[in-house]
């Protein structure tokens, strides 16, 4: 039997993250981690930029082909995005 101040180490992280607050930008990490998991190994070649600001996923894409194609994707990667992080950390994708 455990003390009562004792927790597993998954614990204690979780704790710490939530106490700085600091969720939020580990969800958006695991977004930037999973881009070319869910996008391929083509897009990933072509993607020259990607960060997240206010709820939006802002990707540079060298290719105005594979822009036109990621543009009309763009809702279902989000979710797929979402998916991987385990939190409704994008609404949108915004394609440069």
């Known amino acids: 039997m ?15 993250l939530k106490t700085y607050q600091m969720e939020g930008k580990l969800a958006e990490i695991r977004i930037i981690k999973a881009w070319p998991q869910v996008t391929g190994k083509m897009v990933t070649r072509h993607t020259k930029n990607i960060y997240i600001n206010k709820k939006k996923l802002f990707v540079k ?8 194609e990621l543009f009309y994707n763009r809702q ?21």
């Open 2 to 16: 455990k003390p009562k101040n004792e927790q597993t180490l998954r614990q204690a992280l979780e704790a710490m």
């Open 61 to 68: 894409i060298d290719s105005p082909a594979i822009k036109n």
């Open 76 to 96: 279902k990667i989000a979710e797929l995005l979402n998916q991987e992080a385990g939190a409704m950390v994008i609404e949108e994708i915004v394609l440069l």
